[in-house]
């Protein structure tokens, strides 16, 4: 009898235990939204001064070359990812030019292949955008912008929130790597 | 008491047994070739990094990049937090699933541990009582992108299916006017953006492993062969040198008849509105408006005119210039009206398709053509394949004279900004087989622009202007 009430009572605080465990444990199926962010790498050492050359969408709907002196990492996704900072942060030495994605914009994340095709994921467009000339100098603004900067990359491919899209405004081909096309830079 | 007790004890039994569920569930085992670790597990997901690092595959994380790069041998991956979108041996995939931030790094279903990262690495999960042992041998084929090409000749046909990654491949005869082209662990993804116009090839399907090729009644392979730089089958078509059964009953080919008809784009359409301007003017609505009063001013000058679409209705891109196609089309004419950001900028311009734009499909075939041009033993010439290669260059040629002379009347008979002609990869230009342009007759985001375009004299002038430039291209 006394080895019955031993066992029960051991039982019963195993219970207690394993119930305050249950209810401080918290959801299996949500432990990923507390996940503490994905650990950063160590800083590297400053990249060297290079002068880059980043395109902004003028007034008469080309695109328009500034010059600008940056650290410039030599690994191809640092790389672009400076030119694509730059590119996003806008023009700095004249108010007739505009950033060429017009609404604000993030790199979400950068693939780079073998064959030195770029994939640049952005941010999408909150709202649907329209003409041929938007697309275009967005298109071509980030193209040139990075083949220009980065000499491994020979094609780019734009993607818009995680997503290959056929096209932005229901004109240019945007299903595959687009190369250089200076057609779209205004004559100096 | 005794059964108040006993019924506690029941639940917490009860309790015990769910809760040791609940850590069964908190983790799971891998193993391989003799080693094991415990994974850990979050609901339906899994750590990804240690089962990379348990089968010998190096996984890092890019900050600069935003992503996972995984190499294992010639093996390249890269994936991210929160995309569905990945790099998977330098071709782009839908992983159908993003992964998440983790304690670990990152996490996700052991399906896409399976599907997305084991399998293009030549692994393959099987279920073991405690997890899962890790087998090498692939379950799940890695796609590999086609794209085809076909060049007609005089009595044979060119197929060229260019592949995304070099894959073993191997071309056989099912029955009369259908052969296969099967693909060692892979599975092909046909690119349907590229529309190709033969009369003996008339339909490529693909299923699991293999491709389809269904052919014109009394057509036979005549031989095949893989070439490398780029990865690509080569197919030479014709006629059929034995029937073993009889040719299945086809739908006739449609032959156009009468003369060759231009076909008029109207841009967008349906859902797909356009552009539109601070008044509500809809670009749908101007090309629509536009497109009927070309279509009639050049009926009026006795051409043969069809249009794309004459309602309010939505029409893929690719379906827009394969109608042209179809019709072999004298000339291939898209409408549209443009928008900036600016409002200040105005003026027409006219594109066409860029020569270094052109599919890398038909770049492969021409290069192929070109590789093979001194050693064709096959009935086809030399020459013919000096013409075929010709014949593309001179559909852009052509395609340039038509923009430049619709672009030369826009300028001298309506006065706007010329804003020239210029050249771009757009979709609805893409494998136009005849003379194609694409008009952006003004800027409906400049509210005097707009104010134009929504004028029907001045939609009859523009339509008279563009019929013009059409004329001056036939008549050269």
């Known amino acids: 009898m006394h080895r019955r009430v031993a066992f029960i009572a051991l039982a019963a605080l195993a219970g207690v235990i394993l119930l305050v465990w249950l209810l401080t444990a918290g959801d299996p199926q949500h432990v990923q939204d507390d996940l503490a962010p994905v650990e950063a790498l160590p800083t590297p050492t400053p990249a060297p001064e290079q002068r880059v050359v980043l395109l902004f969408a003028g007034g008469d709907g080309l695109l328009h070359p500034e010059l600008r002196s940056v650290p410039l990492p030599a690994e ?42 770029a994939f640049v994921d952005l941010t999408a467009p909150p709202q649907p955008l329209s003409g041929s000339s938007t697309e275009l100098l967005l298109a071509y603004g980030v193209v040139d912008s990075i083949i220009l900067n980065c000499p491994e990359v020979t094609a780019v491919q734009i993607l818009f929130g995680g997503h290959e899209v056929p096209t932005l405004t229901g004109h240019l081909d945007l299903s595959k790597p687009l190369v250089l096309n200076k057609r779209f830079i205004a004559a100096s | 008491m005794r059964r108040k007790l006993t019924l506690l004890l029941i639940v917490m039994a009860a309790a015990g047994n769910w809760i040791a569920a609940q850590d069964l569930d908190r983790s799971v085992e891998f193993h391989f070739e003799g080693r094991a670790i415990v994974v850990p597990k979050f609901g339906p997901k899994v750590e990804l990094l240690p089962v990379l690092e348990l089968v010998g595959a190096e996984a890092k994380y890019s900050l600069s990049a935003g992503t996972y790069g995984v190499v294992l041998g010639e093996h390249v991956i890269q994936f991210s937090v929160g995309h569905k979108v990945m790099l998977v041996n330098g071709n782009l995939q839908d992983a159908r699933e993003a992964p998440v931030a983790s304690p670990g790094g990152v996490a996700a279903s052991l399906s896409f541990l399976e599907r997305s990262l084991l399998s293009p690495l030549g692994f393959r999960l099987e279920q073991i009582p405690l997890g899962y042992r890790v087998e090498r041998g692939a379950r799940f084929a890695d796609p590999v992108s086609i794209r085809p090409a076909v060049a007609d000749f005089g009595v044979t046909t060119t197929l060229v299916l260019t592949l995304s990654r070099s894959t073993p491949a191997a071309v056989a005869d099912i029955e009369a006017g259908k052969i296969s082209v099967r693909f060692e662990g892979a599975t092909p993804h046909l690119d349907g953006s590229t529309p190709f116009r033969s009369r003996r090839v008339l339909s ?5 492993q293999t491709i389809e090729v269904s052919l014109a009644p009394g057509i036979g392979l005549l031989s095949w062969h893989t070439l490398e730089g780029p990865p690509r089958v080569t197919m030479e078509l014709g006629p059929a040198r034995a029937t073993p059964t009889p040719a299945p009953q086809r739908a006739p080919v449609v032959i156009p008849s009468g003369p060759r008809p231009i076909v008029i784009d109207p841009g967008h359409g349906g859902d797909d509105i356009g552009a539109e301007s601070g008044s509500g003017l809809m670009e749908k609505e101007i090309t629509l408006s536009l497109a009927r ?67 890398d499909a038909d770049a492969a075939a021409m290069a192929d053509l070109e590789n093979r041009a001194g050693t064709a033993s096959d009935g086809r010439s030399p020459l013919d394949l000096i013409l075929w290669d010709l014949a593309q260059v001179e559909v852009l040629n052509e395609s340039a004279q038509l923009a430049l002379s619709v672009q030369q009347r826009l300028n001298s008979q309506l006065g706007g900004r010329d804003r020239g002609v210029r050249q771009a990869p757009f979709v609805v230009l893409t494998g136009a087989t005849m003379p194609a342009i694409l008009v952006e007759v003004g800027f409906l985001s400049n509210s005097s622009e707009a104010d134009r375009l929504a004028q029907p004299d001045y939609q009859q002038k523009l339509a008279e202007t563009i019929a013009a430039g059409i004329e001056d291209f036939v008549r050269r």
């Open chain 1, 76 to 117: 191809v996704h640092e790389r672009i990812r400076v030119v694509m900072t730059e590119l996003l942060s806008g023009p700095k030495n004249s108010q007739q030019l505009a950033p060429v994605i017009p609404y604000p914009a993030a790199v979400e994340a950068i693939f780079v292949d073998q064959q030195g095709n």
């Open chain 2, 204 to 208: 490529l399907t693909s299923r699991e």
């Open chain 2, 293 to 359: 009063r070309l279509a009639r001013v050049l009926e009026a000058r006795g051409y043969r005119v069809r249009l794309t679409r004459d309602g309010d209705q939505s029409r893929a891109l690719t379906d827009r210039t394969a109608l042209a196609n179809r019709l072999e089309a004298l000339a291939f004419v898209s409408l549209h009206a443009n928008a900036f950001t600016a409002s200040s900028v105005s003026g027409a311009e006219t594109y066409y398709m860029s020569i270094d734009e052109a599919s």
